[in-house]
């Protein structure tokens, strides 16, 4: 119920102009002109109001469009006394506003369901016991606070409580349960699956990671250029086209009348509906597909991308390095003593490679350790204690075989290399060939030049590769194709590619859960790890621009025809609001088409 009454609330207009349309009739076949006048000059006012409230916004700018061409056409039907042919143009208007208004608002829901996720409030824990409940705002480092099953946890902290279980499919896209043990980093937006726990928070709310994420996305939406209607591309045209009809139909089929019956069939309902419902459609056909497209802007802009930049890892990549042997250094540690170590550290980590490095700790029987004062900085790596002893788990630099190594320092000293070695999708190979035949590919990574040409010899397609990059200097490479009047679409996988993500005129995530931090920071979401739906995504662009196109060129090409047989006489102002209406469903029909791509 609450579903159709929002619908009829984002309408309200349409539904109001079409009620002072049928109450006209009413009245005017019971002769009470008066009020009949009345209710139609209600539906016109309703009708037309934000019409003449942006047409004014808009001389103010210095900017012109189609909508001078509706304002004229009710201007003259009011002044010709056509008041029903006045509320029909304003009944149009409207609708084709609120439809548009309607699809743009339904696709940024994203970011204000993101923020309603983080409690605003959170409970405090003195005396052994759960205590008051305080503003998220006002809690202070050094305070604890207590966490319910199945509750989001609303601040960054350390886990106070001997063990927890979290979910951190909303940083990380891992489907499985984390363990946590005692002194374990917690960080906001997870959520606590397993019994209640207790937190000592480390980062009050501004700082927290939730919150840096919604900044991100905030400010990223906010620096992409807002939602154009191609239709504003052929308004000067067809205007200059409306008016000079129009003057050869005032001075043809009798004055003002004539003029008014070519301005009604120019009323540009076709061009300004046309976009969003193709594009909304273009959106449904994406999703079914499994392609969230968060933006109606980015399928315009998706159709004009002529580059596109490829993270490695878990993008091209499987993205689940398998740890293939362990390497020691020094012989004052055993390898269990050494797994354990990186384990502890790694339990606390986001990087995609933590996750196989403790798997592979367990698989072996490695000794639990428990870590503290854990730092991790994204692309440099994570550091904490252990034993009262320093260690840090960072890339190995000087290793030149096969997949990455990931060594193990205590202090300074390294006292063991971790190999992994990732593989590509199997539907990379086929998807890069075929991409590439339409578009200049990059590949952008962390990884080392030498492993990065490996997986480009297997994808056996020439692609530029720029390796050994971190996080700002892939946003500093998108920048510089910007710079190089390139069209740039950015394909990520985690939030190690936000700023870059940010950056891309489109930024398009890899996920397996809807709600991950990357998908929040991208405009395209890409639901499992198929690399077959960037083609398509592509593809499902393209297919639904040129739809909008084809719908708002038909509309115009009609809209002119009968223009030219209505300035000779032969369609009166009424019969040509009809026509006009009847061209309206015939270019909606055909932006249909996108919803079916």
Not at 324 to 348: P, W
Request: with cysteine; proline share 3%; hydrophobic share 45%.
């Amino acid at each position: 119920m609450k579903k159709y009454l929002s619908v009829i609330s984002a309408f309200r207009e349409p539904f109001i102009v079409l009620a002072c349309i049928v109450l006209y009739g009413l009245f005017f076949l019971v002769q009470a002109y008066l009020w009949a006048l009345g209710i139609i000059l209600l539906g016109i006012v309703v009708g037309s109001y934000r019409l003449f409230g942006e047409i004014y916004e808009s001389l103010r700018r210095r900017q012109y469009a189609l909508d001078y061409i509706a304002a004229l056409a009710i201007i003259v039907s009011f002044i010709t006394g056509e008041f029903l042919v006045c509320a029909v143009i304003a009944l149009m208007i409207s609708s084709g506003r609120n439809l548009e208004d309607f699809g743009v608002s339904q696709a940024k829901k994203s970011l204000s369901l993101l923020a309603k996720r983080i409690p605003q409030t959170v409970t405090l824990y003195e005396k052994n016991k759960p205590g008051d409940k305080l503003h998220l705002g006002k809690v202070e480092v050094g305070q604890k606070i207590f966490v319910r099953k199945g509750e989001v946890i609303p601040l960054d902290g350390v886990l106070d409580s001997e063990n927890g279980e979290l979910d951190e499919s909303s940083l990380t896209g891992e489907p499985y349960p984390i363990e946590k043990v005692k002194n374990d980093l917690i960080r906001s937006g997870t959520v606590n699956t397993g019994e209640a726990i207790i937190i000592t928070v480390n980062k009050v709310e501004k700082d927290s990671t939730y919150r840096k994420i919604l900044l991100m996305v905030q400010t990223a939406q906010n620096e992409k250029a807002p939602l154009v209607r191609l239709a504003d591309r052929y308004s000067t045209y067809f205007t200059i086209v409306t008016l000079v009809i129009a003057v050869i139909g005032f001075n043809i089929a009798g004055g003002l009348p004539g003029a008014l019956a070519v301005l009604v069939i120019a009323t540009p309902c076709p061009l300004i509906i046309a976009t969003p419902i193709a594009l909304i459609g273009g959106m449904n056909a994406a999703a079914r597909k499994r392609i969230i497209i968060k933006r109606l802007s980015s399928l315009e802009t998706l159709s004009k991308v002529n580059t596109m930049v490829f993270d490695k890892t878990g993008t091209i990549t499987l993205g689940k390095p398998q740890v293939t042997q362990l390497i020691l250094k020094k012989k004052t540690i055993s390898i269990s003593e050494a797994l354990g170590i990186a384990a502890a550290i790694e339990r606390n980590s986001l990087h995609p490679l933590a996750k196989s490095i403790v798997n592979y700790a367990n698989e072996h029987k490695a000794k639990k350790l428990v870590a503290t004062h854990i730092q991790e900085k994204v692309g440099k790596g994570i550091s904490a204690t252990i034993n009262a002893k320093q260690y840090s788990l960072t890339r190995d630099k000087n290793y030149s075989g096969e997949g990455i190594a990931i060594e193990l320092l205590e202090e300074d000293k390294g006292l063991a290399s971790i190999i992994l070695i990732d593989e590509i999708k199997q539907s990379s190979r086929e998807s890069i060939a075929s991409l590439a035949n339409k578009l200049e590919l990059h590949i952008f990574t962390g990884d080392k030049k030498a492993e990065a040409e490996r997986i480009a010899k297997m994808l056996n397609t020439p692609v530029n590769i720029q390796a050994e990059m971190k996080p700002e200097d892939k946003e500093l490479g998108v920048e510089k194709l910007q710079k190089n009047n390139k069209t740039v679409a950015m394909l990520g996988d985690g939030i190690n590619d936000a700023p870059a993500l940010a950056k891309a005129d489109v930024g398009m995530v890899f996920s397996n859960e809807e709600q991950t931090a990357a998908s929040e920071a991208a405009d395209v979401v890409l639901l499992g790890g198929d690399f077959s739906l960037t083609e398509q995504t592509i593809v499902i662009a393209h297919k639904t621009i040129n739809i909008a196109l084809q719908s708002i060129r038909w509309g115009i090409g009609l809209s002119i025809l009968g223009m030219i047989i209505a300035a000779f006489g032969f369609i009166p102002p009424i019969i040509g609001a009809g026509l006009q209406e009847a061209i309206d469903v015939a270019v909606i029909l055909n932006a249909l088409r996108a919803s079916r791509t």
